[in-house]
């Protein structure tokens, strides 16, 4: 060896080797609780340890200080193979590892460090261990059974499987991922390139090399942050879409603070947003997580006031730490088109409700009073107030979309007892004869389901213009989960003008108020997720309505 390296040398060397493992651990403690970060500041810290240990037992002179220096230096060895091999598997399986495990790989640690102390039967360490004249560490190359197995074999089987978790991560990835892999795998190999070095004694006896591996993966762990952000996850494709997307995304820590966002929530808040607390920026959002609707807030950007759809969800990293990605997408346009239908469905219910229902009845009121009384225009007054009933109906049902639209959850009611509420409502009237055979039970439709059922009767009856009864039948059929209603007549069937209302696209048959009553049944199931088939022949009509059963106890 050179005769530079003096043993005043080599403990100088090795202490500095102690440096790189602080300022590693410096760096990273606060991102500890994040997967596989712990073991590598565990690796760090037991390389440091081991250079320190090393260093000292060599510097003292004294033979007992030596001997339980080196007695915690025995299993700093395998514990670093261990902190390896956690870091490999957290880093690629993302997962931490169980408590229980953890336990399981130091046992042998423990053993090993216990016996050091009396080494029984020479169990750790052979005859020839000891301090020699010139107080430096005599070690044999192979040492005792419990310190062969634990040390050597032991260790380098978990380093052996910490390599083999590397190198599969490394061929089974690309780009940013792949390097970041390397990188790892580089400190490992340092690690074990140093341990062969002094075991096949190209190095004097009271110098270690690992202090040196230890500082050179330190220059590498700070060229991989720099570059690649070392322990990172998210890859290139993911951070690219996190980027473009044009949704704003912010990420909060644990402690609510904002750690990223993407170049749209940037280009809204400004730069200073990352590091500022969630609840600076939106304190209406802190609490709405695991709301069942979303909220939206209203925020002032360099556009103006803007309207936000607000999402939140909960994401869990590490060690029991629980953050929140929240995304804001922007409804601003959306909001504006509603307040316009809102206010337009005002105008409107205000008109059928109150204008229009009040012209109706003063048109229809004084036709009615020149056919009384004057018998002159019979048949043009009976038709002005034919059409002004058919309108006055038809507002009716208009008026009735504004209840359609205010409900969106079902309510569980008795079939039976709706039909019969629907069915008495045509009680006693003339030339029309109702039958029902309806099974008794719970079903989960909209508040104003009766309305559906009577306007269906009233097709029926309306639509059926020959001689004779007119014949409605309401039946029912079951199955473990729905409710198959059929409605079915004697009469010509429903024109195909109005069924088409049914159909994609069929709204535009809307004109002149035709088919409105079925639209406006349709939309009332459709609402709840029930479904409406309608088959018309000469025969008669037959409608079939699908309504889920409901539990009433629930």
């Not at 040492?143 to 978990?158: A, D």
């Not at 952000?229 to 820590?253: P, T």
């Not at 590490?318 to 997408?329: F, M, P, Q, Y």
Request: charged residues 15%.
């Amino acid at each position: 060896m050179t005769a530079w390296l003096s043993v005043r040398v080599a403990v100088v060397l090795m202490y500095a080797g102690v440096l790189p493992s602080l300022g590693i651990i410096y760096l990273l403690y606060d991102d500890r609780h994040k997967p596989g970060v712990v073991w590598f500041l565990a690796l760090m810290a037991t390389g440091g340890l081991w250079a320190f240990l090393y260093a000292s037992f060599t510097l003292v002179q004294s033979v007992p200080v030596t001997l339980a220096l080196a007695n915690f230096f025995w299993a700093a060895i395998p514990a670093a193979a261990i902190f390896m091999f956690l870091l490999a598997y957290e880093y690629v399986f993302k997962s931490p590892v169980s408590p229980r495990l953890v336990l399981v790989l130091f046992l042998p640690v423990l053993v090993l460090f216990g016996l050091s102390w009396t080494n029984p039967q020479h169990l750790v360490f052979t005859p020839a261990y000891g301090v020699g004249p010139d107080g430096i560490l005599q070690i044999p190359p192979v040492g005792g059974p419990v310190k062969l197995l634990v040390t050597k074999v032991y260790g380098y089987l978990l380093t052996s499987f910490a390599a083999g978790i590397f190198l599969g991560e490394i061929l089974r990835t690309d780009g940013l991922r792949r390097r970041q892999t390397i990188y790892l795998f580089l400190i490992l190999v340092a690690l074990a390139a140093s341990t062969l070095i002094k075991i096949f004694g190209l190095v004097p006896e009271y110098f270690d090399p690992t202090s040196a591996a230890y500082s050179v993966s330190g220059l590498l762990f700070a060229y991989s942050i720099q570059k690649h952000g070392l322990l990172r996850f998210i890859s290139v494709g993911r951070d690219q879409a996190f980027e473009e997307i044009k949704d704003i995304v912010l990420i909060v820590d644990a402690d609510g603070i904002i750690v990223e966002v993407n170049q749209s929530a940037e280009g809204f808040f400004g730069g200073e947003v990352v590091g500022a607390t969630l609840d600076s920026y939106l304190p209406q959002v802190s609490t709405a997580d695991g709301a069942e609707d979303l909220p939206t807030v209203e925020l002032a950007g360099p556009a103006g006031q803007r309207h936000f759809a607000c999402q939140t969800s909960t994401v869990r990293y590490g060690r029991t730490l629980e953050g929140k990605i929240v995304v804001l997408n922007d409804i601003t346009s959306l909001q504006q088109r509603q307040d316009e239908l809102y206010l337009l469905k005002e105008i409107l219910t205000r008109i059928f409700r109150h204008n229009m229902s009040n012209a109706l009845t003063v048109i229809h009121g004084n036709a009615s009073y020149i056919r009384a009384e004057t018998g002159a225009f019979a048949d043009q007054t009976s038709a002005i107030i034919d059409r002004v009933e058919e309108l006055q109906t038809q507002a009716e049902k208009a008026q009735a979309f504004e209840k359609i639209f205010e409900h969106h959850e079902p309510v569980t009611r008795s079939l039976r007892e709706e039909i019969d509420a629907a069915v008495s409502h045509y009680a006693g009237q003339p030339d029309v004869s109702i039958r029902t055979a309806v099974d008794d039970v719970h079903v989960a439709v909209h508040p104003d389901f009766n309305i559906a059922l009577r306007e269906l009767i009233e097709n029926a009856i309306t639509h059926d213009d020959t001689a004779g009864e007119t014949e409605v039948t309401l039946s029912t059929g079951l199955t473990d989960t729905h409710v198959h209603l059929r409605i079915s007549d004697s009469g010509p069937g429903i024109p195909a003008n109005e069924t088409t209302i049914l159909q994609p696209g069929g709204e535009t048959t809307l004109q002149h108020s035709t088919g409105i009553g079925l639209w406006l049944v349709n939309q009332l199931l459709t609402q709840m997720d029930c479904s409406l088939e309608i088959e018309t022949d000469a025969t008669g009509t037959r409608i079939h309505i699908e309504l889920p059963r409901s539990d009433p106890s629930e």
